[in-house]
């Protein structure tokens, strides 16, 4: 279970959000939606207690297993160590891996469809490869509640398959508690109990998924037309209308300057 209770967060005298009220029952899935900048990251990494609150409560397990959106690039690492550091809290302070820590990181490893990289460098892995490798991480941490910022956003469409695939495995477990945050509506729709929405004018709303998804509700989170597109037999696909408002080209860049000489 997480729980907030009035909890607020902001940078200087920035409220990101305020007065925010969130559980998050055992056992089930909660997606974040929202535009760029909104709040999501904020959110997730307070969720995760990487970001205090300002104001208000927060309850939640004392292991979580975190999928972060971006990662540094430690020098020296393998893609096996970074997978063996999720079993930290196994380790205890000055304990080393023992096989077992090993074998549990190969086996995410394998999940994730990632095993042929276990000995390379991890700073000459690909983003997308990353995003697989940390969420191998968190499946070996053992822990029951996994907390994703945009697993999805470097994944191409197998991986984003493999993805879903794991998570609803997870889900089928019954025992675990999910959240992730996404700008892929779709992947609300297919997962998710319950989708929360950060609204541009600050307004944040939350239901069931397939209720909440709807196109106006869409339509005001992203400012472009959306259709939610009836598919047979599987969730309702969710598409933007890709009817691009036309840009101002900056002055400096190459059509804006005809008379640029290379
Ligand atoms: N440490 C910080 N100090 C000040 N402002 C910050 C800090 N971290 C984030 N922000 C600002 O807070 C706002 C919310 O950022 P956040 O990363 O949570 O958004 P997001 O919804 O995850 O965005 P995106 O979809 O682009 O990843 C943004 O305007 C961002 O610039």
Redesign the pocket.
Same mark, same amino acid.
Do not use: V, W
């Given at each position: 279970m997480i729980r907030f209770a009035n909890a607020g967060v902001r940078? %200087?005298a920035?409220w =990101?959000f305020r007065g925010l009220d969130l559980s998050v029952a055992s056992g089930t899935t909660l997606a974040l939606l %929202?535009?760029? %900048? /909104? %709040?999501?990251?904020?959110? =997730? /990494?307070s969720i995760v207690g990487l970001i205090p609150l300002s104001e208000g409560n927060r309850n939640a397990p004392s292991l979580i297993g975190y999928v972060p959106?971006a990662t540094g690039e430690p020098v020296r690492y393998t893609v096996l160590d970074m997978v063996v550091m999720g079993r930290a809290r196994q380790l205890g302070v000055f304990g080393s891996p023992s096989g077992e820590d090993y074998r549990a990181a190969h086996q995410a490893l394998s999940t994730v469809g990632l095993e042929d990289l276990s000995e390379r460098p991890y700073n000459r892995t690909s983003g997308g490869e990353r995003q697989l490798i940390m969420l191998a991480r968190a499946l070996s941490t053992g822990a029951c509640t996994i907390v994703l910022?945009?697993p999805a956003s470097a994944l191409d469409l197998a991986n984003q398959s493999r993805l879903l695939g794991i998570l609803r495995e997870l889900q089928s477990d019954g025992a675990y508690t999910i959240v992730f945050?996404t700008?892929l509506p779709q992947h609300a729709l297919h997962l998710a109990d319950e989708t929360m929405m950060?609204m541009p004018s600050g307004r944040i709303i939350r239901s069931q998924s397939a209720k909440i998804l709807s196109e106006p509700n869409l339509e005001e989170l992203y400012g472009v037309p959306i259709r939610r597109v009836p598919m047979s037999g599987n969730a309702d696909a969710i598409v933007p209308l890709l009817d691009s408002p036309k840009p101002v080209l900056p002055a400096g860049c190459c059509r804006g300057d005809r008379n640029h000489a290379y």
């Open positions: 940078f %200087g920035r =990101i %929202g535009p760029n %900048g /909104r %709040g999501k990251t904020t959110l =997730i /990494r959106q910022d945009e945050s700008h950060m």
